[in-house]
Each structure stands twice: as structure tokens, then as C-alpha cells.
């Protein structure tokens, strides 16, 4: 039961936020779907520039023992927060592209039509 604890909770707030979403700030249903997509397009720049800021961090540690001759620990980079920053770093480069000119453009566009 405690397993299912957390994934509950976030299906429970996920459907509250889909009723107030529709209901309230009236919210087009079929939108949804267009959210679903960039959501994944951004969980997999995230992975994308999480896996970058690894190896560029990692070069950095290895460059740095090489050229101080002192250790630097490569633990350094064991830190949550470069997860955090790495979907920031998702979030507004898949904002970026979604909303400038061309084909990844015309989803925004298009939805937004749809809205009106």
C-alpha cells in the first residue's frame, strides 16, 4: 500500500487539475494532448541536457586533476539540483523552439486556433 501511495496522489491532483482546468478556466479538452506531447518532448530534452552537463562536468574534473595536479572528487557532480537545472534548461529551450517559426512552430498555432 505504501508503494502506491505517491503514484495515487499525483493521479489524484492530475485529474483535480484536469476538472478545474476544464470546468473553471475552461480549458479545451483536446489541448490536452498537444500539453502531453510537449511534456515528453521536454522530459527528453531534459534527459538530453542532463546526460551533456554529466559529460562536460566530468571533462571538467578529469581537465582539472590533469592540469592542477590536486584531486578534485568527481562526487561534485552527485548533486539534485543539476537535475533540476537540466529541466530548466529543457523547459526554456523547448519553449524556444515550440514558439518560433517552423514545423514544431505550427503545433502552437494550430492549438491555437483550435481555441477560438
Not at 7 to 15: C, M
Not at 83 to 100: D, H, N, T
Amino acid at each position: 500500500m505504501e508503494q502506491l501511495l505517491l503514484p495515487l496522489l499525483v493521479a489524484l491532483t492530475s485529474f483535480g487539475a484536469y476538472a478545474v482546468g476544464t470546468r473553471v478556466f475552461g480549458l479545451p479538452r483536446h489541448g490536452l494532448a498537444l500539453a502531453v506531447r510537449y511534456t515528453l518532448d521536454v522530459a527528453g530534452l531534459t534527459v538530453v541536457f542532463l546526460a551533456v552537463n554529466l559529460g562536460l562536468g566530468l571533462a571538467v574534473v578529469l581537465g582539472s586533476r590533469a592540469l592542477s595536479m590536486r584531486f578534485v572528487s568527481v562526487y561534485i557532480l552527485n548533486d539534485t539540483s543539476l537535475i533540476a537545472l537540466s529541466a530548466l534548461q529543457a523547459v526554456v529551450v523547448g519553449s524556444w523552439w515550440r514558439l518560433s517559426p517552423g514545423a514544431r512552430g505550427e503545433d502552437v498555432k494550430r492549438a491555437t486556433r483550435a481555441q477560438l
